[in-house]
């Protein structure tokens, strides 16, 4: 049996839209197994809403199967067993890392029985295919921070660590928002001027991190292509991101497209950003959840286990 580990993470970093991605220490276990019985089957466990047990609904399953058909590989009977540590529609790549699971769970399979798998380059396109933007996929597959694009239908990236101390609070709300209603505030075109002032914040913000400037954090995840048109689907998310700098975070930024919050943090300085993104959440009458979570320099991680135990 394979098991796959792959962690959530969090898109756009403010003003890198569909490009910056960074890695989170919060994960979701999947298992996949050949079974030799004719039906397949789908175990999940850490999620309600009974949704994801339907092979249409799992992203997982789906993945899977389009690496099995790109690799011309018919497993014979399919066991999917899932552990879910990464909450759905919130804006912390719940169905990337179900992407990614799902394919790179599949070429470990097909590897073993074949002698033929998917390289990591395979793997991003079809995870780009799947997901349609490439910023969750790619640190999800690799881990760190990511910078992320498709050239000619080629996926291009660079990674890289996140700088030491750094790590980030997330506060979650409650109620869902799937990435689809989120996409679809978003205008058709935006103006030079917010294209000027977002290229400018997402090339300053990669080099801060690059360089160790956490000084920069809070000016360079500044953005105006996509927060302001989802602030009426995320209530309150200004009022969090300013409420979380002001109790000293380092820098701040909607988590993908919502509704969770993304606050980067030095290590030791969590706990006062915590209370404040819960209370700012609270106050526009949304419940939530707020953790403290590492940045994750490990990407998705495969291992074999022997189920005959
Ligand atoms: N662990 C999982 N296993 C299978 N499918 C999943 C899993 N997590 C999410 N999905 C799929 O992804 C959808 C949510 O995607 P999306 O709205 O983009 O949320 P997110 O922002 O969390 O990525 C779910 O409705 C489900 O179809
Ligand atoms: N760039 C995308 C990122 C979506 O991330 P998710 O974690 O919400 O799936 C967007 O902003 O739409």
Not at 1 to 9: D, E, G, H, Q, S
Not at 142 to 160: S, W
Not at 258 to 278: F, K
Not at 279 to 307: I, K, N, P, Y
Request: hydrophobic share 45%.
């Amino acid at each position: 049996m394979i098991k796959v580990r792959v962690p959530a993470t969090s898109a756009n970093l403010g003003p890198g839209f569909d490009t910056l991605g960074v890695a989170l220490e919060m994960y979701n276990e999947i298992e996949m197994a050949e079974t030799g019985i004719l039906d397949d089957v789908i175990e999940v466990e850490g999620h309600s809403g009974g949704m994801l047990e339907e092979p249409q609904h799992n992203l997982v399953y789906q993945a899977a199967r389009l690496a099995f058909d790109r690799l011309g590989y018919r497993p014979y009977g399919l066991l999917l067993r899932e552990r879910i540590g990464i909450p759905v529609a919130r804006g912390l790549g719940s169905s990337a890392a179900a992407i990614v699971a799902g394919l790179v769970g599949a070429s470990a399979l097909a590897e073993r029985a074949t002698g033929h798998g998917l390289s990591q380059e395979d793997i991003l396109q079809l995870a780009v295919q799947m997901e349609g933007h490439p910023d969750n996929v790619t640190p999800a597959l690799v881990g760190g921070f990511t910078v992320a694009c498709m050239d000619e239908g080629r996926p291009l990236f660079v990674r890289f660590d996140p700088p030491p101390g750094l790590e980030a609070v997330i506060a979650i709300p409650e109620i869902p928002l799937p990435t689809k209603t989120a996409r679809g505030v978003l205008p058709g075109e935006v103006t030079m001027a917010d294209a000027v002032f977002n290229l400018s914040r997402a090339t300053l913000l990669v080099a801060a991190l690059l360089t160790g400037r956490l000084d920069l954090l809070a000016a360079a995840t500044k953005d105006r292509m996509h927060q302001p048109y989802r602030e009426a689907l995320v209530p309150g998310l200004r009022a969090v991101i300013q409420a979380a700098l002001d109790a000293g975070a380092r820098g701040v930024a909607l988590s993908g497209a919502g509704p969770s919050v993304i606050a980067l943090v030095e290590r030791g300085n969590q706990e006062p950003v915590q209370s404040a993104m819960e209370a700012a959440f609270q106050w526009h009458g949304s419940d939530c959840t707020v953790r403290a979570v590492a940045l994750a320099r490990e990407g998705a991680r495969v291992e074999w286990v022997d189920d005959r135990a």
